[in-house]
């Protein structure tokens, strides 16, 4: 075999290769990312990105995304570098490709001041994750849920004795630094910018509207992030049962009988569709899990309006309790992820000592970015 060779991904001579090579890649999951023609799409929002391919004679065979940022770990900060997007070709598997790419990308992020890397991967994705922690010396480290649900075609009744505030950007960044800066594990710094970015769709709040806000003792409040203007979606493989009760419930809506019954059908999904991310899932006091329940469906109102909008996805802690209190659909679309994280070095780090922070229990709250997703 001719040498690999590793570069810096170029737009004009590799766009089409590389999408080529995603598509021809599945990881796992039912749902197959679609990236519409935009290969950086899932990094490009991130304030400092690269993206590498694997070239074989003149054929892309790999391709890696890696993004910058600087986090809230334990009680200090870090600059972290987040993996993601490593796909190698079906017929060039075992070649040491992936390795190669990863200790590429690693080099960047050191080059950058990176102190950790880390990547998310299906807990089930056997091959990334012996190819990380056996090859590679990441360690597993948390392991959040990801929560999916399906927009109906009909708005979900909102409690008239609870009220939803719409915040201004302002007003959600010190929020989020008051109340989850310290609590959430990494929580990053430039919230601000995440929070004022065109896909970020608003931050809302939820109270009973006998305690105004801000003074309410349950509260919850929740982030959109307009998803489906970054990639798309598509079904893989997913069980027949499912399949066969999507068909049917659509069918029973087309003839029209549905609005008889309180049955919510299906969307659909058999076509590309777009989705909404749920981020910065905060609550406090004792109605806040019930105040989440009343957000995630007011997200679902607006979905419901937009017609690309066929799914609601959120990433919480594993420990996180507000998981009871975001729908989703528990036994197809939902599962859980596994981050595995390295020491590479940088200003904090030594090269390969675990963090004492990731050794520790993980807090019950995790920040998911929703620029990384
Ligand atoms: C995961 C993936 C990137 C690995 O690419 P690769 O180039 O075949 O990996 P490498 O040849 O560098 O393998 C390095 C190590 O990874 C592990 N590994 C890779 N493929 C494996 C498999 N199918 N089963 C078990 N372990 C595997 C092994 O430890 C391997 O070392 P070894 O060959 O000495 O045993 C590739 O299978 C892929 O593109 N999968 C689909 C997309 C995906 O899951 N991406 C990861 C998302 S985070």
């Known amino acids: 075999m001719s040498p690999v060779t590793i570069r810096c991904f170029d737009w004009d001579r590799d766009r089409q290769a590389a999408e080529e090579l995603d598509v021809s ?5 039912p749902l197959v990312t679609v990236t519409m023609g935009d290969p950086l799409c899932r990094v490009r929002n991130s304030p400092a990105y690269q993206m590498l391919v694997a070239e074989l004679g003149s054929k892309i065979v790999g391709v890696i995304r890696g993004s910058i940022k600087t986090v809230i770990v334990g009680t200090t900060q870090a600059t972290v570098g987040y993996i993601l997007g490593l796909r190698v ?9 992936a390795f190669l790419l990863v200790g590429a990308i690693e080099k960047w992020f050191s080059s950058n001041s990176v102190e950790y890397a880390y990547m998310a991967t299906q807990k089930t994705n056997l ?3 012996n190819l990380f922690t056996n090859k590679l010396n990441y360690i597993k480290f948390r392991q959040p849920v990801i929560l999916v649900n399906t927009v109906g075609r009909r708005p979900i009744p909102i ?3 609870v009220t939803v505030i719409n915040l201004t950007v302002d007003e959600a960044t010190s929020l989020y630094n008051k109340q989850m800066r310290c609590s959430a594990e990494f929580f990053p710094l430039d919230i601000d910018s995440i929070l004022k970015n065109n896909l970020s769709l608003g931050t809302f709040v939820a ?5 105004s806000w801000p003074t309410a003792k349950s509260w919850a409040v929740i982030s959109v992030w307009n998803s489906c203007e970054v990639f798309k979606l598509r079904l893989g ?5 499912f399949v066969a009760l999507a068909k049917l419930s659509r069918l029973i809506m087309e003839s029209l009988l549905l609005p008889c019954f309180k049955l919510r059908a299906v969307p659909d999904l058999f076509s590309v569709f777009g989705f909404y991310f749920l981020y910065g899932l905060h609550g406090e006091g004792p109605h806040a899990g019930l105040m989440m329940e009343v957000l995630c469906n007011f997200v679902h109102n607006m979905a419901v309006k937009v017609k690309d909008s066929e799914m609601i996805v959120a990433e919480l802690g594993g420990n996180d309790e507000l998981r009871k209190h975001v729908p989703h659909w528990k036994w197809i679309f939902s599962s859980e992820d596994l981050w595995c994280i390295k020491a590479l070095g940088g200003e904090g780090g030594s090269q390969g000592a675990v963090p004492e922070w990731a050794k520790a229990a ?3 709250e995790l920040f998911v970015d929703p620029r990384e997703i």
């Open 159 to 161: 409690p008239s004795n």
């Open 237 to 241: 493989r997913v069980p027949w049962y």
């Open 127 to 129: 091959p990334s994750i």
């Open 207 to 211: 109270c009973r509207k006998d305690e």
């Open 25 to 29: 890649c599945e990881v796992g999951s």
């Open 362 to 364: 993980a807090p019950p």
């Open 89 to 97: 070709s079906p017929l060039h598997r075992r070649l040491g490709i």
